[in-house]
């Protein structure tokens, strides 16, 4: 079974999917998905913010993290860079500076901190800042 804050579910370009609104199964606007999203590692088909567009990322090559990118931070990355510190208060390179500098294990404590919700122990929504185990729409 996955834990809360799994490496599992920290893909590619520095998101945690757990953290995901798709993940929790539901859209933005607060309806219920037919199916949750299980997080851009495991599941089959491409991630619709950046593995679709990035076709090193959509080959699977062998990266484990975009900053083992030789183009790393590319116009893409600072494109969805961009709107996730806009819009959601969160810096996708920062989290990969992070893993990159202190590794995965304190990222993950440090996630544990940021995402942990207060009231119930579950997860907050980094789209919505929701808990989706307290607080459902
Ligand atoms: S929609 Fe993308 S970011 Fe969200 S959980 Fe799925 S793979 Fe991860
Ligand atoms: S840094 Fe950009 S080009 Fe490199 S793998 Fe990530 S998204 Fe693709
Ligand atoms: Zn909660």
Redesign the pocket.
Known sequence: MTKKFDAQ?I?Q?G?N??T????FGYTMSGKKRKHA?????T?ASL?????KKCKRLANKETLEFCFECSDFPCELMERIEKTYTQRYGLSLIGNLNYIKEKGMDAFLEYEKERWTCPTCGGVICVHTKRCYNCSPP
């Open positions: 579910l893909a370009c998101i999917c757990g995901c609104v798709g993940f999203c299980v997080g851009c590692r599941r991630c619709a913010f950046i593995k």
